[in-house]
Structure formats: structure tokens, C-alpha cells
């Protein structure tokens, strides 16, 4: 028996939770048509890797997320996108759904629960990076010219 620390990420189920979170959340992504074209590849396989790899590692599980891709930088990563209000909306309704059958399916900790949630619904407000009141703003500071 091993003395090291049990971390979240194996405390809440390890690779076969974040298997099924994130399968699920993509295929919300693939059935949301706003969300689906935000996503530039045909296959969203490699997608749904990436993040799967990212929150093993941010939860404490395998480091292969850094071992591929470097620092995560995932503000600037999604900087290519605009992600106003709308687009975290349904990006975190497609999460949420895919918590509940997660959790569910892996009999998961509703305090651990809890805290994943907490944490994904920082981090999308973090992603937002267009105001959608922009164009309308833009317009109205140009509407009188003299
Ligand atoms: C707020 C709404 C969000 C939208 C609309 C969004 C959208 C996207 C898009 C279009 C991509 C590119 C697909 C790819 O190449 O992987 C992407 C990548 C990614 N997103 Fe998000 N995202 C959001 C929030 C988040 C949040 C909250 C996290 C983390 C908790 C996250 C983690 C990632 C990761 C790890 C990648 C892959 C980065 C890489 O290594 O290239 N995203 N996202």
C-alpha cells in the first residue's frame, strides 16, 4: 500500500469520471449549434482529449495534458474565440448536464461535486472574453458624427 496522499482526482472516481464528463459535455457541444461552430475541427475527438487531459491533470491526476500541449494558458488559448455571456451560458448548461449523469453514473461526492462545479463555473466567467453588448456600444459611440 502506497502512503501517498489520495488526491481529488482519485477521490472522485479518477479517469473513468473524467472519461464520462467530458464524453457527455462534447456531445452537448455536438447537439448545440452555437456552440458546434465555435469549435474549428470536424472531429471533435481531439477536443474533447484536451480538455479531458486538462482537468485530470488540474485535479491532480496524470500530468499528460503539459507532457502534450505546454502551460495550459487557457485564457489565452480561447482568446481566438469570442466567448461573450451566450456562448458560457450554453458552454456551462452542456457542463452541468454532463455533471449530473457524471456524478450519477460514479456516485460522486456532492462536496466534490460541489467544488468541481464551483471551480468550472470560475473558470468559464474567467474564458468570457467578449461583452455582448459590443457592436451595439460601438454603434451608438459613432452615431452622431459632429
Ligand atoms: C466559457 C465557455 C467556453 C467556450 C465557448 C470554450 C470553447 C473552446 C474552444 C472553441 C476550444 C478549441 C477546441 C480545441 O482545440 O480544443 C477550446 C479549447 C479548450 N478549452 Fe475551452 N471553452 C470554454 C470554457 C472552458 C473552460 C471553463 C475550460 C477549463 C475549465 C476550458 C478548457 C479548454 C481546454 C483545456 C482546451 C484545449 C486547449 C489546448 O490545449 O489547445 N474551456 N475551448
Redesign the pocket.
Known sequence: MSDAPVTPYQEMGGAPFFATLVHRFYEGVAADEV?RR????DDLG??EE??RL??EQYWGGPGT?SEL?GH?R?RM??AP?R?DDA??ER??DSMRRALDHAMAEHDLDPAREQELWH??VG??F???NTATDEGTSGLLMHENPR
Open positions: 456552440l465555435m469549435y474549428p475541427e481531439p477536443a484536451r480538455l486538462f482537468l495534458y500541449r495550459p487557457l488559448r480561447h474565440y466567448i456562448a458560457r458552454w456551462l471551480y468550472l473558470a468559464a474567467a474564458m468570457t
